[in-house]
Structure formats: C-alpha cells, structure tokens
C-alpha cells in the first residue's frame, strides 16, 4: 500500500502547528495501515454530448483516450485547413494526422513554443514533410502556454490539455466549438502569427455574448475574469487548479466564503509553490485538498460559480499565468449544462482525494 499522502513538503513550512498535525496523522496511518483503505483514483469521464449556448455548440472534453481520439477525428477530417497552437507536443499520433492532413493537401499551419523539447522534436518532424511550423518568439520567464486547435475555420478545441506523452492520464478541460466563438478564437491564431513576424490578416472579432475569449500577451484579459466570477459568486464556488501563488485570488476567496459563499478548492501536489496558498486557505475554514495522484497530474486550470458559470483555458493561476506567459482562456457565463458536465468530474476528484 502506498503511504498516505498528506501534502508536499514544502507545506511543512507553514507552520509548527501543521507540521505536528501531519506527523500526527502519518504516525496514526501508519500505526493503522492495515485498516485504512486506499481511495480508488478517480476516473474520467469521457467527452460530453454537444450543448448549445448562445449562438454556440459546446461540447465538454476530459483529458482521457477518448478526448485524443476526438482530436485525431478532427484532424483526420480536416478538408481545407488546421491551425494548431501547442505548447507541449509529443503526442506522435496527432502529429501524424497533421502530416496525413499535409500530404491530402489540407493548409498546416504550426505555432510551437521553442523552449520545450518535445515540441522541438514533433516541429522538427513535421518540417521535414513540408509542413508550415513557426517558432513563438519566447523570451526569459515566458512561454506560449496556449492549447488551441481550429480545423477549417468552423470548428475549435482549447483548453489547458497539453499535446504530450502523458497528457492523456492528466485530469483537465477542454472544449469542442462551434459557431461565432471559432471566429473569435482563430483571430487569436491570426494575431499569433504577426507577433512571430509572419504577414498575416487579422480579423476583426465578431459579437458573442455567450462565450467571452480571453488572452494574455499583449492583453491581460484572465485575471479580472477570474476575480469577477467569484466576487459575484452567489452560493457556490469549485475550482480545481494546477497553480495557485496569486494572493489577490486567495483573499477574494476568503471574502466570497466570508460573505457565505460555499468554496471548494483542489490543488496539485506537485506544484510547491501552492503551498502558502493552501496554508491560507485551510487557515480561513475553506475545505481545500491536494489531489490524490497516482503519477498523473490536476493539470486543471478551472472555475466554476454556482453551477452555472465557468472559466477555463491554459493560464495557471499565478503570475506567470496571468501576465507574464502568452495565454487562452474562455469563459461562459451562463452556461448550467456545461457547469455541470465539469462539475461532475470535479465531484470525482474531490472525492477520491480525501
């Protein structure tokens, strides 16, 4: 059976206080091993059906096999062009996809961050087949975190799930769209293309009241996002985060339970740096875990306010994420199916992480 995992070392700085409390309950787990049983991990569940929002058709993709093989399909049926913005690229089965997609004469055009060595090696494979890669001009302390694919001009996947080896088995969110939010989202990608130095139309946007696209470099669009969702928060607050280091989130969260609001917060147990943000959290009554992982990640970036409106995308939830790094999110603000489509598996790795 493997140890009981309390939380990441560096959470024994927090405090005398937390240190004994942890101690206490690793001697009593290991004094009563034989009787506690180990959570099963939590499962993911498959893409959702497509919803409509607005204007928009949205369907819900969890990390997991299916939504890789939903990606595949798309690329696979790709007849005039694909746009792909990708920060970490090992997934050899989208790349040949791409490359197949080339070969039957579909436009691949390839935005990939230099700075990260998968994506190096798929950019490099994919250029040798004639394939269009351009390199985003990163720079110390950023980097092109977008995950963003646009396949003919009508249909999009973004989110936070990243292209690579083990992404599959990492719990996260992205979301299959159609209708005027592709437009807006590939205008992204179009402006992407001239801060790489590429001669290239930028679209104006187009109105959708029902999904608000969000970027960072050269905007700062995520931030009020998020602080705006759960300062108007009404009842229910859930978040599952990768990173949480910025301490104006964490104050508006002691301010939302403080005014009654229900938060729930799960955080990665690799990410250290959460770690004072956890201690805060705990500190202020708020239920807050570290997901139970079993070698995969909460790669998570996501937000959920009374079961209706979401926010989720690329951007971890600190300084980098919000200002420093090249970032997409989106947010629907009025979206009760979708909620709760996200909401379900949040249940499930809130629960298996107890």
Not at 59 to 78: H, K, M, N, Q, V
Not at 145 to 154: E, F, G, N, Q, R
Not at 193 to 202: F, K, Q, S, Y
Not at 294 to 302: D, F, M, S, Y
Request: aromatic share 4%.
């Amino acid at each position: 059976m493997p140890p009981l995992r309390i939380s990441p070392p560096s959470l024994w700085r927090c405090g005398l206080g937390v240190l004994a409390a942890a101690v206490l309950v690793v001697g009593c787990a290991q004094i009563h091993a034989s009787a506690v049983p180990t959570p099963a991990p939590a499962p993911l569940l498959g893409p959702a059906p497509p919803v409509t929002v607005g204007a928009d058709e949205v369907s819900l993709l969890r990390s997991g096999t299916p939504t890789f093989a939903r990606l595949e399909s798309l690329i696979d049926g790709a007849r005039l062009s694909i746009h792909v913005e990708i920060y970490e690229f090992g997934q050899r089965g989208l790349a040949e996809g791409l490359i197949a997609a080339h070969r039957r004469g579909v436009a691949v055009t390839v935005i990939d961050d230099p700075s990260e060595l998968s994506s190096v090696a798929t950019a490099a494979q994919l250029r040798t087949t004639g394939i269009d890669v351009v390199d985003y001009p990163v720079r110390k302390e950023m980097i092109d975190h977008v995950k963003l694919l646009v396949v003919d001009a009508s249909v999009a996947v973004v989110g936070g799930i990243n292209w690579g080896v083990r992404s599959p088995a990492n719990h996260d969110y992205d979301a299959e769209l159609r209708g005027p939010v592709v437009h807006n989202l590939d205008r992204v990608f179009a402006r992407d293309l001239i801060t790489c130095g590429r001669d290239a139309p930028v679209p104006d946007a187009v109105g959708d009241a029902s999904i608000d696209v969000a970027a960072t470099l050269p905007g700062a669009e995520i931030r009020p996002l998020a602080l705006g969702l759960i300062d108007g928060a009404l009842q229910t607050l859930d978040l599952e985060l990768f990173v949480l280091t910025d301490t104006g989130v964490v104050h508006a969260l002691e301010a939302a339970a403080l005014r009654g609001v229900a938060v729930r917060v799960l955080l990665d147990p690799s990410q250290p740096s959460s770690a004072a943000s956890y201690a805060a959290l705990l500190n202020a009554g708020i239920p807050v875990r570290w997901y139970r992982s079993r070698g995969e990640l909460l790669h998570a970036k996501a937000i959920v306010a009374d079961a209706t409106s979401v926010l989720f995308g690329s951007a971890n939830w600190s300084g980098g994420g919000f200002a420093r790094n090249h970032e997409l999110d989106i947010e629907l603000a009025a979206a009760p199916v979708v909620a709760g489509e996200m909401l379900a598996q949040m249940q499930l790795d809130w629960a298996a992480s107890a």
